[in-house]
């Protein structure tokens, strides 16, 4: 098994949906085939940023051809997770060392290549600088039996830091539940700067902690990610109706109601209708999770 680095764009001509499957052809088929079983990092350009980032990772899990494109294939991905913030690929004197010559400068040929190896040390690196913000607005969370919390961590709910673990630990922590689930609660609550996307209430209690509440769109039970685009901000009222299928969102945004409904709740949604979502198309909930919400979740 091998750490490698996958090259993705919005606008790419491949088939990629990143929290699930990334598409590629031939000539790096050898080189994936070598990341099944462990950890790949998204790596490319963002919307409106000059340079290229470092944004995501998830582990390769199986490879199948493209039954529509000769020479092409597709590998599946599991356990998707956004980094905390993207991280530029020059940071701290590159995190890649093959990616720049003796003098500093970006080396051109390994550039332009879409696949790449990297040493765990790394992935380490980068695991280390995507993964390690603490949460402003911290839930206690569960420790997973057997793991030893560096003396001096208060803090339970902080207990769960990557860079306070090392090699197969640090694997072990990344697919922890309640690690997760913290992480995706801190994106999304930036991602909405801590307002549903439902009612436009934005509650923060006596604590200083926000009172909205990160929802799977896709419960994970049911196979659901932990991207942003399979998530919304929503307050504790609006996320019971929406995992009990009383309200959903259509493509275009629109809040649509359950005629199951038994009571009007318009007066607590926002007035046009519509769910306040982020600007960025790669943020927004994707349209194959919202169509799974209403045809699977959803009381018309």
Avoid at 144 to 159: F, H, M
Avoid at 215 to 242: C, R
Wanted: charged letters at 25%; hydrophobic letters at 35%; aromatic letters at 12%.
């Amino acid at each position: 098994m091998a750490n490698a680095v996958f090259y993705h764009k919005p606008d790419s001509i491949y088939d990629d949906d990143p929290a699930d499957r990334y598409h590629f052809p031939k000539t790096y088929l050898s080189r994936v085939e070598q990341t099944l079983g462990d950890w790949i990092v998204y790596y490319g350009p963002l919307p409106a940023r000059k340079g290229r980032y470092y944004t995501a990772l998830a582990r390769a899990a199986h490879i199948r051809p493209d039954p529509d494109h000769d020479g092409r294939y597709y590998v599946y991905l599991e356990d998707y997770l956004d980094f905390d913030r993207p991280i530029g690929y020059t940071e701290n004197g590159g995190y890649e060392h093959k990616l720049f010559r003796a003098d500093g400068k970006p080396n051109g040929g390994r550039t332009q290549q879409a696949v790449r190896i990297i040493e765990p040390t790394e992935f380490e690196a980068l695991f280390n600088a995507g993964l390690s913000e603490t949460d402003p607005w911290p839930a206690r969370v569960d420790i997973p039996d057997g793991t030893q919390i560096p003396e001096g961590l208060s803090d339970r709910s902080q207990a769960l830091m990557p860079e306070m673990f090392t090699g197969r630990d640090r694997k072990a922590i990344i697919v922890n539940r309640p690690f997760r689930d913290a992480k995706f609660r801190l994106h999304i609550r930036k991602l909405y700067d801590r307002t549903c996307a439902f009612t436009g209430l934005r509650l923060i209690n006596g604590q200083g902690r926000p009172e909205v509440e990160a929802a799977h769109i896709i419960p994970v039970e049911k196979g659901g990610n932990d991207s942003v685009q399979n998530g919304l901000a929503l307050s504790g009222t609006v996320h019971w109706m929406f995992d009990r299928g009383l309200l959903s969102l259509s493509d275009t945004y629109d809040i649509l109601p359950s005629r199951h409904l038994n009571y009007d709740v318009a007066h607590l949604l926002n007035s046009d209708m519509k769910a306040k979502v982020p600007e960025d198309s790669m943020k927004k909930p994707h349209p194959r999770y919202l169509e799974w919400h209403r045809s699977n979740i959803f009381k018309h």
